[in-house]
């Protein structure tokens, strides 16, 4: 009995001894990542300097604008500045700030800071600091991702992960080329074909359900960007005025393409995951069932279509209100009504979540129509 127990085990570590390889070099491979970008001090030409000491003073109060009491502290630093002509040297730092912590950082032992220094004739060395170093937070964060994907979705997880650094690749390009003067709705419209067929043909591979989400997902947001355009022809338009990062004075017909471009790329995700789902669930139905009849495949499509509908207009609405918070929290706390806010910086939230959603609706019966036709006839062949 103990032999066959002893048996099993080591049958079971042979049988899976190269996945648990291959996954202890993707953890030892990620830990010097991380381990790199907390000492890649050399990469940088801006003076980094990593906190040893803080002496910190209470420097009194004085009452906010909304009523609220603001303490203002000064942290007195001492700092070894890590790379550079003075690395290893000492440096001097004071540091202001307020308990909201809204306009001013607070810093603590073993955080790396970008200074400016500044040399007195007796030798010594004093600096500001001039932002906090985050890169390593982000590695940390992007490794765990990747571990997490590469873990729980295996093959399929990786698939993923490329399609994702394709598209990454692809809108970095997109950003490239839009600096050189190239028209941001163009640019907009390729990168929206790439973007879709790239990502799915690497995640789901190439085959007749791929196809037929793609040209979905085309059609779809096409809809979409259709409506948009028709909208802002025949209402009007928006006032761009308080549109966050659009350079100052503007041109409407400029401001009314990266709106639009905003609305195309900012929907895809949404339509992707429906046209994937709907087109998944009529692949699964045909391979179970091949005499289904295209009846049979529309109810079903459609009682998917409206199990998935809810929620992903839920999560259009959860990201967009995220974007929203730190606005409201600042300008609320600093005085502005919130009818101000609703009727300057919302509109443009409100108008990417509606079409947004009506995207997500008119996918549903584009999918159920195309993947039925398509696949079935597919099969009938």
Do not use: W
């Not at 190269?18 to 003076?47: G, Q």
């Not at 690749?169 to 907009?188: A, D, E, P, R, T």
């Amino acid at each position: 009995m103990s032999k066959s127990i002893l048996n099993v085990i080591k049958d079971y570590i042979d049988n899976h001894k190269k996945e648990k390889i291959k996954y202890l070099s993707i953890i030892i491979i990620s830990l010097m990542i991380i381990s790199f970008f907390y000492n890649n001090y050399f990469l940088y030409d801006t003076e980094i300097a990593k906190i040893n000491s803080i002496d910190e003073v209470f420097e009194g109060e004085e009452k906010g604008p909304d009523g609220d009491i603001e303490k203002n502290y000064t942290q007195n630093i001492i700092a070894t500045i890590k790379n550079g002509d003075f690395k290893g040297k000492e440096v001097i730092i004071k540091n202001k700030y307020s308990s909201s912590l809204v306009y001013t950082d607070k810093y603590k032992i073993n955080d790396d800071v970008f200074i400016t220094k500044k040399v007195d004739k007796n030798g010594d060395i004093t600096g500001n600091i001039t932002g906090l170093k985050r890169d390593k937070y982000i590695v940390i964060t992007i490794v765990i991702f990747i571990l997490l994907l590469i873990l729980v979705g295996k093959q399929i997880g990786g698939l993923v992960l490329g399609g994702l650094i394709v598209n990454i690749g692809v809108f970095y390009i997109m950003i490239h080329l839009y600096s050189k003067g190239i028209n941001i709705l163009l640019l907009s419209v390729l990168a929206t074909f790439i973007f879709s067929t790239a990502f799915l043909m690497i995640s789901s591979g190439i085959n007749r359900k791929t196809f037929a989400a793609i040209t979905i997902t085309l059609v779809s947001v096409a809809i979409v960007t259709l409506l948009s355009i028709i909208i802002l022809q025949y209402t009007g338009g928006l006032d761009y005025e308080f549109m966050e990062y659009l350079p100052k004075p503007y041109n409407t017909l400029d401001a009314d393409y990266i709106f639009i471009s905003e609305i195309m790329i900012g929907g895809l995700g949404a339509v992707m995951d429906i046209a994937i789902t709907m087109v998944t669930t009529v692949n699964e139905l045909i391979d179970k069932n091949p005499y289904i009849s295209k009846t049979d495949l529309k109810n079903s499509c459609t009682e998917v279509g409206n199990d998935v509908m809810g929620t992903m207009i839920n999560v259009l609405f959860f990201t967009n209100l995220a974007g929203c918070i730190p606005i409201f929290a600042l300008s609320i706390k600093n005085g502005i009504k919130l009818t101000t806010l609703l009727t300057t910086y919302i509109p443009f939230e409100i108008a990417r979540f509606l079409t947004g959603s009506i995207g997500i609706v008119i996918t549903i019966p584009i999918a159920t129509y195309l993947s039925t036709r398509t696949l079935k006839r597919m099969c009938n062949q």
